[in-house]
Nanobody, 120 residues
Framework: QIQLIESGGGSVQVGDSLRVSCAVSGDTISRINMGWFRRPPGKDREFVAGIRYTGTETYYTDSVKGRFTISKVNAENTVYLQMDSLKPEDTAVYYC?????????????WGQGTQVTVSS
């Protein structure tokens, strides 16, 4: 059973940067596709970024391209989402997910989420 624990959320100002982390236990991320999703207030969950288990391919939703970077450190079994130039519309609960690719229903394991709030 894979467990995912997110951390690093918080409250920041517009234009600030924040990095959220996803610590994985129960399997190695060197063989699992990983992704980040978010659920803005009052809205549905949406895909943010994904990284292949090889680490050679990443994918981003259009609204975060050029501002967010997904990465992973296999030795730490941790996946990161670096968020720069944050905007109020980035406010959401951010979730880490494992085992799928882009489509939420394809992911098997999910974390509990971490809140990110961006204030103007």
């Amino acid at each position: 059973q894979i467990q995912l624990i997110e951390s690093g959320g918080g409250s920041v100002q517009v234009g600030d940067s924040l990095r959220v982390s996803c610590a994985v236990s129960g399997d190695t991320i060197s063989r699992i596709n990983m992704g980040w999703f978010r659920r803005p207030p009052g809205k549905d969950r949406e895909f943010v970024a994904g990284i292949r288990y090889t680490g050679t391919e990443t994918y981003y939703t259009d609204s975060v391209k050029g501002r967010f970077t997904i990465s992973k450190v296999n030795a730490e079994n941790t996946v990161y989402l670096q968020m720069d130039s944050l905007k109020p519309e980035d406010t959401a609960v951010y979730y880490c997910a494992a085992g799928g690719w882009i489509v939420p229903e394809s992911y098997i394991f999910w974390g509990q989420g971490t809140q990110v709030t961006v204030s103007s």
